[in-house]
């Protein structure tokens, strides 16, 4: 009896004991559910705390970044093979002059749409439209009234007299449209169809100029066809890669800039971030900023009144979201940069500000911009001038050892076109749709396994000579018939890390207009407003030239410019 009154007694006292043990472990349990990440952070666009010595990220065990890039089987700074392929696009001798096909009182007129690299595929596309109307070019009118509103014309940003010069065997080009009676000849505007091919200028405007004598054709910004006859996507690239030289301020100016970047480093990374506001409103994708960030991208948004809501996880899943600078860090991390190699970074006000960048500059902390390898003295003369600023960091990427771009979007199709063309330099594309099942999974693996499946799913997206197949994209991409191989050194098929067997190198080089549909995005672009989906169906061998004619698409009603 005595027995259970003590034990009823020691009982009595333990209650409380337990009830406070529990409640204690209650709130601790509490604490760090509310302050561990969830599973979606590594995602979020805000990380507050960086430690690349040791974790990676607060809450992800095991996950251990080196500073330097680790032992590879590949040059992290030239491409395989690239020695054997070279830029080729002089015309050929059954391509007749200028003078010898250009009629009289035939007047073609354009004006470009959108940024500098979108009025740059204009005024490319633009050249082959007189010369298949053999008609007299008038040089371009830039886009003065678009979202940037940069009141540069043609010879402000480009070397008129070299562009009149170089293409005078190819096309007429005049400075502007003669006069007639004492009265300067007055355009007839009109538009052409996105993706126009020859046949389609012939029927729709050929008549119009025979009639008006001159015509304006307004908003050109991809109106030629993928698919053309080799001289004339040759002609494109003589245009693209050797007219277009931009003027003599602006060349100075973005030398000075690569000049300062090689003083601080035999090589560099040019980073085209595309992490705007604006770039990520477009795209409708979400990086777990919550609320807030729904409400700020939901408003910017609205801008464009044609453009509907999406599926942020869905963008995601199919890769149509540009990396967060931490991801884009961690890629090139992986693909064998460490932290002393320098980064110059293209891009303009970045969606959370330091915050954001703070895990990039982590990995990486030689980051730099124009703004801050010059003086504001020294960009004075171009601050003012959106299309000329865009100009200094283009010429940085295209002479950089290496391009990284985080969209595909016009600025990165043209420099990827462009470096293909000079040398296979290589041109870091992200395979966004496997790279975000990957970063999703990543704080249950190693950072070696991590490091091996990015090298691994980047096979084919690094700037490689075949990567892509001949007519494969965007001609400003991928402009196959003007890449020759060397037909003296035999080139090894199997050598590259390309896609596609070996007679891909040997198929005639015409474009067509498919796409590449393994792993290659094609993803909207703020500054390119064509629906992708309806290409292939828009070439299709068997429609009517009236539905070609009447096959154009609808706007948005702004369009911003990479």
């Not at 089987?73 to 002059?97: Q, T, Y």
């Not at 200094?392 to 420099?415: R, Y």
Request: net charge positive; charged share 25%; proline share 5%.
């Amino acid at each position: 009896m005595a027995f259970q009154r003590r034990r009823h007694r020691y009982n009595n006292r333990m209650i409380p004991v337990i009830s406070g043990i529990a409640a204690a472990l209650l709130v601790l349990f509490s604490l760090l559910t509310f302050f561990s990440p969830s599973p979606n952070d590594n995602h979020h666009i805000n990380h507050s705390s960086v430690n690349v010595e040791t974790d990676y990220a607060i809450g992800i065990p095991a996950f251990r970044v080196p500073t330097d890039g680790g032992k590879l089987d590949r040059h992290v700074w030239s491409s395989m093979n690239s020695e054997h392929f070279h830029g080729c696009s002089d015309a050929s001798n059954n391509f007749p002059k200028a003078q010898v096909i250009t009629q009289p009182n035939r007047y073609l007129m354009i004006e470009t749409s959108g940024g500098l690299n979108q009025q740059r595929t204009g005024i490319t596309d633009a050249v082959v439209a007189a010369r298949i109307l053999n008609a007299t070019l008038v040089v371009p009118k830039l886009d003065q009234k678009s979202f940037w509103k940069d009141s540069s014309n043609f010879s402000e940003i480009f070397d008129v007299n070299w562009f009149i010069s170089y293409l005078s065997k190819d096309v007429k080009i005049i400075r502007q449209l003669p006069r007639k009676g004492g009265k300067t000849l007055s355009p007839y505007n009109m538009r052409v169809p996105r993706k126009c091919n020859e046949r389609c200028y012939i029927i729709r405007i050929l008549p119009v100029l025979l009639k008006k004598h001159a015509v304006q054709l307004n908003k050109f910004d991809y109106r030629l066809a993928n698919r053309l006859d080799t001289e004339y996507q040759k002609l494109r690239c003589r245009v693209n890669y050797h007219a277009l030289r931009f003027t003599n301020p602006i060349l100075a100016m973005g030398q000075q800039l690569v000049h300062r970047m090689r003083m601080r480093s035999k090589h560099y990374i040019a980073l085209h971030l595309r992490f705007e506001p604006d770039m990520l409103a477009f795209s409708g994708c979400a990086y777990g900023g919550g609320e807030k960030e729904q409400k700020e991208l939901r408003a910017i948004r609205r801008r464009w009144k044609t453009l509907h809501g999406s599926n942020p996880d869905k963008q995601r899943r199919q890769g149509k979201c540009p990396l967060t600078p931490e991801e884009v860090g961690l890629m090139l991390r992986a693909l064998g940069y460490g932290s002393d190699v320098h980064i110059y970074v293209a891009s303009g006000e970045v969606y959370g500000g330091e915050e954001t960048l703070a895990p990039l500059k982590a990995l990486f902390p030689n980051f730099h911009s124009k703004d801050t390898i010059s003086t504001k003295e020294e960009l004075e003369p171009f601050s003012s001038f959106s299309s000329r600023m865009a100009a200094l960091d283009f010429i940085v990427c295209d002479e950089s050892d290496v391009f990284v771009t985080n969209n595909n979007g016009n600025m990165a199709k043209i420099l990827a076109g462009r470096r293909r063309y000079f040398g296979h330099k290589p041109t870091i594309r992200p395979n966004a749709k496997k790279l975000y099942r990957l970063f999703l999974s990543r704080s249950n693996m190693t950072w070696e396994v991590f490091a091996s499946r990015v090298r691994t799913f980047q096979k084919g997206f690094m700037g490689e000579p075949k990567e892509i197949r001949p007519g494969r994209g965007s001609f400003h991409e991928n402009p196959s018939a003007c890449i020759c191989k060397d037909s003296v050194t035999k080139v090894d098929q199997n050598s590259g890390p390309g896609k596609y067997g070996k007679d891909d190198a040997t198929k005639k080089n015409v474009s067509n207009d498919g796409f590449d549909v393994d792993d290659e995005t094609e993803w909207p672009d703020m500054d390119d407003d064509e629906d992708q989906s309806d290409e292939q169906g828009m070439f299709n061998e068997t429609i009517s030239d009236n539905e070609i004619l009447n096959s154009e698409e609808p706007e948005l009603e702004e369009i911003l410019s990479d």
